[in-house]
């Protein structure tokens, strides 16, 4: 049971109400996490408008959704990992490339070094060096998508900290997180 109450498309305030109709229009319901999040309207709109803005991104959905995959299992969301394992594969990424990028590894290098650059941001709390950047960079990854891959990860870190934190029901297909060493 949620820490939060989770509110109800139909009892929300006509703030909520225009987020949660633009939400139910992409997913087809408003998720748990929304619900959960929406018992702030400034909250909702901040996570919400964030997911537009970097659907609008030069780095894609399907590496996006390998960084959600990989920071949620660093962070032990269950709610993140089933969520965004379904984004990735309609994003075109296999079953396969999404259990990969869960544990942070790609057969292709570039991305790769983008799932070894989200790993170090977050473990590292973002406390990085020039050379990480460098590596980066030198992958082929241009200033513009290692600034959206920093931030796939902190709207990652937001999403996961609202799930874990509030409890949150999964509502989609259970994913189970990889052991803790």
């Known amino acids: 049971m949620s820490r939060l109450p989770l509110v109800a498309p139909a009892g929300a305030s006509s703030d909520q109400e225009v987020l949660f109709n633009q939400i139910n229009g992409v997913f087809g319901t408003v998720p748990n996490m929304f619900k959960a999040i929406g018992n702030s309207s400034a909250a909702l709109e901040s996570m919400w408008t964030s997911f537009g803005a970097l659907g609008k991104g030069v780095l894609g959905a399907k590496l996006g959704e390998k ?6 299992d660093i962070n032990r969301c269950e709610y993140c990992l089933a969520a965004h394992t379904v984004l990735g594969q309609n994003a075109g990424a296999s079953a396969e490339e999404m259990a990969a990028a869960q544990a942070g590894n790609s057969s292709d290098p570039k991305v790769q070094t983008a799932l070894d650059f989200a ?3 977050v473990v590292a709390r973002a406390n990085i060096s020039q050379t990480d950047v460098d590596v980066v960079r030198d992958a082929g990854f241009s200033n513009e998508e290692i600034a959206e891959i920093l931030a796939h990860v902190a709207l ?3 999403t996961n900290y609202t799930n874990v ?8 297909p259970k994913v189970n997180l990889r052991p803790t060493a």
């Open 156 to 158: 990652n870190i937001f």
């Open 67 to 72: 960084i959600a995959v990989l920071v949620a």
């Open 119 to 121: 790993t170090k941001l």
């Open 165 to 172: 934190a509030f409890d949150v029901p999964v509502d989609f």
